[in-house]
């Protein structure tokens, strides 16, 4: 949520800025804006929109300098506009700031400065927290590093920011906390980014920047430091990235390319430790705690968004795999209704960034009240990751579209593995259950391949009911998760209105909805419940309902009664989501494609949520 770029060397600072603003675009996307210092003057550009506007808007001015911070912003403080866009300059205009996070305590501190006549041109906290900075400086006359420090003890909330000076044109100053910074390090030069995205094509170096740490970066020199102005050794990370994984590669957009990468994705995950051969599935974050996993009186899954269906899903795994009681949160009521947590409760974290603010903080807390936190993170290096007391990376690389896709289907094959793992340890299953998921686990990545060779059925029911205003999904078992996903998404990316619901519990309430104007997608593979959902299209075809069903391929009796059919080749119930799904993202893709929106940067959203 909020992308910022900074960059001090010897090349040319804008159009790094403006390549990294565009690679971090995905992060926000309601204005833009950089500052470049030259000769001594401090030039500011912003614009409401996208990247692309505030480049439009630079064309033919001075943008020449070897130092520059850049910010796209998702709006917290005051709307979208040109005049909340950051950077924000200080009362004397001698200081630049951008900002990532949300100043708590910022009313307070507006209103003393207003009263020693401070006025603001914009509603950001932002401004309030850089013009707090500027009037330590003046008043204790002190260097512009030490009243950073000083603000920074005495604000409350989450930030990542990025600082520079008129008469100081070779030193950004960084600090954060609970924003996520990398600092790449370069020969006479540094970069700053809010991920490695911006980076990548310079160097392969890199920091991540601690909480409450204070970073001094000037072209040849990083100095670390914490609040206490003690200096700390900056810890030099080996980026695992290559700058193919960030471009589109001759995909329209990035959701789909993601879409697409998804038989590689999971295979990725699961190479090196799925090992059907052996019966071997090797994690060590899970081996290594095997005792406190299996041993859990509860585990409690904690997450936001679709992160939070995979917690679902896993939740009817590792109950069902396991026998260990399962509670799925969403991290943003889990953190504020003082929940019961005991130590030796486990506690899963899934989140694809890594850095989302409400899964963070919950964490924290959970973790000083003693539960074990096992972190389920795509984001190497990430907040959660460091902050995790093991884990397994999903390994589905970076994910640029807002909307998730490859990192959940990532998500889902690290939790199946767990759940099989650690029911296998337990002895809840038994040898040939086992060894027979992870088989059908390992044939994943083929029948994912199958669903996307031809999408072309898929297309076509996409331009067929684009103009819906509301649609339900719905799902019984390990496919209910999945219908609340397919639902998720189509909002995300369509601003069709959906809804999902156990296929079941749909007599209760939404079934008045039902007309000959709803489509209704059946997630309604061959499982279990099979025969029950069958009922429940019947009970939709009815009531005149237009139905749109996920089916096993072969199955003779759903096609017979929908009115379009999206197949998906059979596997176990247990993992049968990590098919199912891949239907319905292309769907909503499809349909926010035939409705002519930007898919990869749906209105008002962000991808990685980084304030509360
Ligand atoms: C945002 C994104 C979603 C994501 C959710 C949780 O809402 O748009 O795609 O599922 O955050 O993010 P996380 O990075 O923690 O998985």
Redesign the pocket.
Known sequence: MCGIVGYVGHREAYPIVLKGLKRLEYRGYDSSGVALLNNGKLNVYKKKGKVAEMEEDTLGKDVHSHIGIGHTRWATHGEPSDRNAHPHLSQSGELAMIHNGIIENYAHIKQELLAKGYTFKSDTDTEVLLNFIEDIKINNNCSLEEALRIALKRIVGAYCILLISKDDPETILAARKGSPLVIGIGKGEHFLASDASPIIEYTKEVVYVNDYEIAIVRPDELILKNLGNEKQTPFITKLDMELAAIEKGGYDHFMLKEIHEQPDTIFDCLRGRLLPQTGQIIMSGVDNHIEALKNAQRILIV?????WHAGLIAEYQIEELCRIPVEVEYASEFRYRNPVVNKGDVIIAI???GE?AD?LVALESAKEKGAFIFGVVNAVGSSIARLSHAGAYTHAGPEIG???TKAFTGQLAVLTMMALKIGYAKGTIDEKRYLGLMKELEAIPEKVKEILADTSNIQRIAAKYKNASDFLFLGRGYNFPVALEGALKLKEISYIHAEGYPAAEMKHGPIALVDEKLPVVFVATKDSYYEKIVSNVQEIKARKGMVIAVATQNDDIIPGMADDVMFVPDTDEVIAPLLSCIPLQLLSYYVGVEKGLDVDKPRN?????TVE
């Open positions: 997450a936001c968004g679709t992160s989140s694809q960034s989302t899964t807002v909307a998730s959203l962000a991808k990685s949520v």
